[in-house]
T-cell receptor
Framework: RKEVEQDPGPFNVPEGATVAFNCTYS??????FFWYRQDCRKEPKLLMS???SGNEDGRFTAQLNRASQYISLLIRDSKLSDSATYLC?????????FGKGTMLLVSP | DAGVTQSPTHLIKTRGQQVTLRCSPI?????VSWYQQVLGQGPQFIFQ???????GRGNFPDRFSARQFPNYSSELNVNALLLGDSALYLC?????????????FGPGTRLTVT
């Protein structure tokens, strides 16, 4: 079983739509959780950290369920510029563990 | 402020050769991590260095080695290259080496092995 599992997509949505991504992780000792965004042939960039209490950054909302080992990302009012691959990430003592990523394509 | 820098940006090598990739972290960051990303996969952890000491090692063969210098820059070496080593090699820096927090990635070195 992979440590971090995500639906690879692609998710095709129109501008203005709301889209949700989920991921599950297997290592219950994971300490921190993140969503990274990666544009085609570019480096990953931190989108947001994820907390059990849930956190929001503009149109983006992330949620962590430690009991179910489940992480989610909700994007509201999708923009064309949101098209990218979204990587679910857990961290331990010294490393980040990435999922394969979920591709989002936002169309006009 | 400059972000994480990596060199070279692209590299083509043949099987059996050796390669050295370089990384300079964000100023003030003391930890450098290396990741390998093959097409269609997420980045996979190779090494983490903090204050010139190896703090973590991923599931990679001994052909992969790294080091960190007193100025916190780092090199990743790969010996006896295989076709399967073709990938984007990413360097990430962070403030500390304990309990990984936010990591900031460089643009990567794209290695092609023929």
């Amino acid at each position: 079983r992979k440590e971090v599992e995500q639906d690879p997509g692609p998710f095709n949505v129109p501008e203005g739509a709301t889209v949700a991504f989920n991921c599950t992780y297997s290592n219950s000792a994971s300490q921190s959780f993140f969503w990274y965004r990666q544009d085609c042939r570019k480096e990953p960039k931190l989108l947001m950290s994820v907390y059990s209490s849930g956190n929001e950054d503009g149109r983006f909302t992330a949620q962590l369920n430690r009991a179910s080992q489940y992480i989610s990302l909700l994007i509201r009012d999708s923009k064309l510029s949101d098209s990218a691959t979204y990587l679910c990430v857990t961290s331990g003592y010294s490393t980040l563990t990435f999922g394969k990523g979920t591709m989002l394509l936002v169309s006009p | 402020d400059a972000g994480v820098t990596q060199s070279p940006t692209h590299l083509i090598k043949t099987r059996g050769q050796q390669v050295t990739l370089r990384c300079s972290p964000i100023s003030g960051h003391k930890s450098v991590s290396w990741y390998q990303q093959v097409l269609g996969q997420g980045p996979q952890f190779i090494f983490q260095y903090y204050e010139k000491e190896e703090r973590g090692r991923g599931n990679f063969p001994d052909r992969f080695s790294a080091r960190q210098f007193p100025n916190y820059s780092s090199e990743l070496n790969v010996n006896a290259l295989l076709l399967g080593d073709s990938a984007l090699y990413l360097c990430a820096s962070s403030l500390s080496g304990q309990g990984v927090g936010e990591q900031y990635f460089g643009p990567g070195t794209r290695l092609t092995v023929t």
